[in-house]
């Protein structure tokens, strides 16, 4: 079985202060992971992903996540947050092998205050 | 804009109603998923075709029905459905299912609101 855990309901940061959005996983096999992002009456949008090689990720609009296997984590980041980056984020894994089926974390919230 | 095209956008119907949702994605795509969304909530997966092919049914009731006529197209039709079935529904896609390193696509999705 895979899971996804975002033990963060929502996060709270000034517009120009770092952000970041936690996540850790479980996953029998290697993992793919992704962040993706949800802005108000809109799709998923995909922001990065992690599948093998450097731990350091860099995606879309500024963001990046880094990939920690030992602590089986993937936190997205960003050195500068936007007021337009409030918005929900999802992290999800899918194992390399087996069935294969994306599983989403509950979501993080971000709010970034002007 | 999405490279993943929903219709409608809105949906309102009786529970004794037949409606269809549509999705259309040019992309050259070959896996397209149906995901239902509750308010705050990550998207729950529904159905996974595979080369036009049903692969994946998590145990959806059956006044909703799943339809791929071609690679590019993908249909839910709902029959009969319940108060609790309002929501948003999310159609994605994929390279082919199996090589699990790529990103799927999502639309804007259909609100869906039974009356």
């Known amino acids: 079985a895979q899971s996804v855990a975002q033990p963060e309901d929502q996060v709270n940061v000034a517009e120009g202060n770092p952000l970041t959005v936690k996540c850790t996983y479980s996953v029998s096999g290697n993992p793919y992971l992704f962040w993706y992002v949800q802005y108000p009456n809109r799709g998923l949008q995909f922001l990065l992903k992690y599948i093998t090689g450097d731990n350091l990720v860099k995606g879309s609009y500024g963001f990046e996540a880094e990939f920690n296997k030992s602590q089986t984590s993937f936190h997205l980041k960003k050195p500068s947050a936007l007021v337009s980056d409030s918005a929900l984020y999802f992290c999800a894994v899918r194992a390399d092998t087996g069935r294969r089926a994306l599983t989403f974390g509950s979501g993080t919230r971000l709010q970034v205050q002007p | 804009d999405t490279e993943v095209t929903q219709t409608p956008k809105h949906l309102v119907m009786g529970m004794t109603n037949k409606k269809s949702l549509k999705c259309e994605q040019h992309m050259g795509h070959r896996a397209m998923y149906w995901y239902k969304q509750k308010a705050k909530k990550p998207p729950e997966l529904m159905f996974v075709y595979s080369y036009e092919k049903l692969s994946i049914n998590e145990s959806v009731p059956s006044r909703f029905s799943p339809e791929c006529p071609n690679s590019s197209l993908l249909n839910l039709h709902l029959h009969a459905l319940q108060p609790e079935d309002s929501a948003l529904y999310l159609c994605?896609?994929?390279?082919?299912?199996?090589?699990?390193?790529?990103?799927?696509?999502f639309g804007d999705g259909t609100r869906l609101s039974i009356l």
């Open positions: 994605a896609s994929s390279q082919v299912q199996g090589n699990s390193n790529q990103p799927q696509h």
